[in-house]
């Protein structure tokens, strides 16, 4: 459920040019990509039953990380979980692994 506190943040505008200066190349691109809707899963299914034959051999296990993020990220992302009814940390999972197997791509 979104609280009152959430609207806020609904309202703020995307990231500015310097608000992402500290971050290095690779992750400014990736966060506008991402912010103009720009990442899609990929449907690929040479790609999709390679990652079910690697997940299928790889043990599952988890390894807890301390994680600093921006305020305004770190928001969004609660904003976003509330939103679809999860908790924030497992949406941060989520998407974290889905990038990592290559499930979001940018479209093209």
Excluded: C
Excluded at 6 to 32: N, S, V
Excluded at 34 to 44: A, H, I, K, M, Q
Excluded at 64 to 72: A, C, E, F, H, M
């Amino acid at each position: 459920m979104i609280q009152t506190k959430d609207i806020k943040i609904l309202k703020e505008d995307y990231l500015t040019d310097e608000e992402l200066a500290w971050e290095d190349k690779e992750t400014r691109d990736f966060i506008k990509m991402s912010e103009r809707g720009e990442l899609v899963p990929n449907t690929d299914p040479e790609f999709r039953n390679m990652l079910i034959e690697t997940a299928h051999n790889t043990p599952i296990s988890r390894k807890s990380i301390t994680l600093k993020l921006r305020t305004p990220t770190y928001n969004r992302l609660r904003t976003i979980a509330a939103k679809e009814g999860v908790p924030y940390q497992t949406l941060m999972n989520s998407v974290l692994m889905k990038y990592t197997e290559g499930r979001l791509v940018e479209k093209k």
